[in-house]
């Protein structure tokens, strides 16, 4: 069973700030993870996939790194409509017996 | 369009059974490479991945809930049910169903519902 595990929990910053978010995970998942970004209220929405890529109509100063086990979420500059819950999850759904666990969220407030 | 609505009880009591349905339109669940997932959330937690099943019928479950939880789809019905054994108050979550590709991940979620198990 693969654990994720982000950090940090909670970050404090301010608009205009660069942040990176890591995710960690417990075996290789090659680049099979996604960042999903979390109001309150309001389902999560999908950020990145296979890493690196950017779901349609996300923002380019949303990126994401990362392969094997040690991940990354980075923006580049924080706007106001950017302070949220974020979460990674692996999903290698060709894996037999998979699984597709979320990371724990990282608070992301001003 | 994708879309994907969560229904079921709101409130069930302790060592019942949950049933929820998931109604999805804007896809197949006979497409390749496609399936559908539900997550739950506790209020003020991190989200959870409870299930999720094939295109080909193939079934995953978490680890740490397999033997409660069990997952079908009415293909024709557009509809995933995914039932769990032996509530308890720690169940109370909101339970979201997804659409999953294999390379995308769950890129369209439902609203959610919110199920409160109490006596």
């Known amino acids: 069973d693969i654990q994720m595990t982000q950090s940090p929990s909670t970050l404090s910053a301010s608009v205009g700030d660069r942040v990176t978010i890591t995710c960690r995970a417990s075996q290789s998942i090659n680049s099979w993870l996604a960042w999903y970004q979390q109001k309150p209220g309001k389902a999560p929405k999908l950020l990145i996939y296979k890493a690196s890529t950017l779901e349609n109509g996300v923002p380019s100063r949303f990126s994401g790194s990362g392969s094997g086990t040690e991940f990354a979420l980075t923006i580049s500059s924080l706007q106001p409509d950017d302070f949220a819950t974020y979460y990674c999850?692996?999903?290698?759904?060709?894996?037999?017996?998979?699984?597709?666990?979320f990371g724990q969220g990282t608070k992301l407030e001003i | 369009q994708i879309t994907l609505k969560e229904s079921g009880p709101t409130l069930v009591k302790p060592t019942q059974t949950l049933t929820l349905t998931c109604t999805f339109s804007?896809?197949?669940?006979?497409?390749?490479?496609?399936?559908v997932g539900w997550i739950r959330q506790p209020p003020g937690k991190a989200l959870e991945w409870l299930a999720l099943i094939h295109w080909n019928d193939d079934k995953r479950y978490s680890p740490s809930l397999k033997s409660r939880l069990s997952i079908t789809k009415d293909t024709s019905k557009n509809q995933v049910v995914l039932t769990m054994t032996n509530m308890d108050p720690v169940d109370t979550a909101t339970y979201y169903c997804?659409?999953?590709?294999?390379?995308?991940?769950?890129?369209?979620w439902g609203q959610g519902t919110l199920v409160t198990v109490s006596s």
């Open positions: 804007g896809f197949s669940l006979s497409t390749s490479v496609v399936g």
């Open positions: 999850q692996q999903y290698n759904t060709y894996s037999p017996g998979g699984t597709y666990t």
């Open positions: 997804t659409h999953m590709t294999a390379l995308r991940g769950f890129d369209y």
